[in-house]
């Protein structure tokens, strides 16, 4: 099969298994719900469509330290409560709990970033979609704002072995701190961030945080306040990423799609339609740079998958019928069960002069930097140094020896593009979901009933 274009799209089947707590606000499940939809639109035959590999804890530790890593990768519920000390330094109360399987939920997270960020660079994909990536608050000794692994740091820092420069945007409802403090006193790398300023968590991301040291001039933040809607972002949007991408001229591009931004968000405090969202997306596509898209923040989850699901298909040139098809969880979307985010009536706190304000900011800070970084190039080794694949595999099947395949050989299963991938073992094959998909009504029958 022929694709019109080289994209890839990295999915695991248990990334959805795991759960932060009842009342927690971040649901891994939005993944599943999201790819669920994208294999009901026929989305998943015309991309390559891959089960990323574990990311393992020397990886992690590119960005993060040593010590925090091999904290979260024995973390529990028990451990915060004998380790008080090391927990209140690790992990940030509420926001990041110690869950069942955070260390392997983040593996799954940092792993397609990893990868994609690979494949980026050894020329074998020309767009990458990794939705379970995007956590861009974890700083490189914490936990911090639901993100405990922050894969998009070990991604850039993979593509910037291939590429002088690389972008990263972020068009969450909430600053990409972790990120842009990672390569604050860097030319090789512009963070721009679209985000609520102000009483707003994180805090940071004023328009006067432009970077220190040689990375002056490549922090670009755009503060926003309540209730911006389509317009108002588009016309800030495109013309400061117009600008960005002349001045700066990045080899790739990492774009961090936080679906908090939409109306009607849990948390989030904006007004952006799906179609305005994703209109971002399709502008940074169209500058034919590399472009690697991750997930992020959003909490109305239905929102979260119809919007990641749309975007897939504009990032694919694919026009999707608006009326849903079924699908496992089509109980979700209703009563009007349609692929649409619509905008609401709430207010828009962001007045023209407001925002020119910022645009001649933005406008002025990018003027004052080169047209190009100047740094100074080495050659690039072949690979990171890393344990031998022989040797990933005699460990995981000592391990575990009752499975027929390693870890390693698993997960670098390539999934076929007619087919979602089915794990070796049934460890998930009695899950009770049940409660989540659509079993049928008598007008609406189930999607696989018996005819």
Not at 135 to 164: M, P, T, W
Not at 246 to 267: H, N, Y
Not at 287 to 313: H, K, Q, S
Request: glycine share 8%; charged share 25%.
């Amino acid at each position: 099969m022929t694709f019109k274009k080289r994209i890839t799209y990295y999915y695991d089947e248990e990334v959805g298994n795991y759960n932060y707590g009842y009342n927690h606000p971040m649901k891994p499940f939005r993944m599943r719900m999201a790819h669920s939809l994208v294999t009901a639109y026929g989305l998943d035959k015309k991309m390559n469509v891959i089960r990323p590999p574990r990311a393992s804890a020397r990886q992690m530790t590119r960005f993060h330290s040593d010590d925090y890593v091999e904290f979260l990768s024995r973390v529990t519920h028990e451990l915060t409560e004998q380790e008080i000390d090391h927990a209140n330094i690790y992990l940030s109360g509420e926001d990041c709990p110690p869950f069942d399987g955070v260390f392997e939920f983040s593996s799954i997270s940092a792993g397609g970033s990893i990868a994609g960020a690979k494949r980026i660079n050894h020329g074998d994909s020309d767009i990458v979609i990794n939705w379970a990536g995007g956590l861009h608050h974890a700083k490189k000794s914490a936990a911090s704002g639901f993100c405990y692994i922050n894969d998009i740091v070990l991604a850039i820092l993979e593509l910037l072995r291939y590429h002088q420069r690389v972008m990263y945007l972020d068009i969450d409802v909430h600053h990409g701190d972790g990120v842009e403090e990672a390569f604050y006193t860097t030319d090789r790398v512009m963070s721009v961030s679209f985000h609520k300023h102000g009483d707003f968590f994180p805090g940071s991301g004023h328009l006067q945080d432009v970077g220190v040291a040689k990375g002056k001039g490549y922090a670009v933040n755009v503060p926003l306040r309540d209730g911006i809607d389509d317009e108002s972002y588009k016309n800030l949007f495109q013309p400061i990423m117009r600008m960005v991408m002349e001045r700066f001229r990045p080899g790739a591009v990492v774009m961090q799609c936080g679906t908090d931004s939409l109306s009607g968000d849990r948390i989030g405090c904006f007004n952006l339609s799906m179609k305005g969202h994703a209109e971002c997306v399709d502008f940074m596509k169209s500058f034919g740079v590399p472009l690697f898209c991750l997930g992020g923040g959003g909490y109305t989850i239905r929102n979260v998958a119809r919007t990641w699901a749309y975007e897939t298909a504009v990032l694919l040139d694919e026009e999707l019928d608006p009326i849903l098809p079924y699908n496992d969880y089509y109980d979700f979307y209703g009563p009007e069960f349609r692929l649409d985010v619509p905008a609401s009536n709430m207010d828009n706190a962001n007045t023209k002069e407001y925002l020119e304000k910022i645009f001649t900011h933005v406008a002025e800070q990018l003027r004052q930097i080169p047209h190009a970084p100047s740094v100074m190039m080495q050659e690039v080794p072949k690979d990171w140094p890393e344990e031998s694949d022989a040797e990933i595999d005699d460990e995981d099947m000592d391990a575990e020896p009752e499975r027929k395949a390693s870890g390693r050989q698993r997960d670098a299963r390539v999934v076929p593009v007619t087919e979602l991938y089915e794990s070796d073992t049934d460890e998930f094959a009695n899950t009770d979901m049940s409660s989540y998909r659509h079993t049928g009504t008598s007008t609406r029958p189930a999607r696989n009933a018996a005819k």
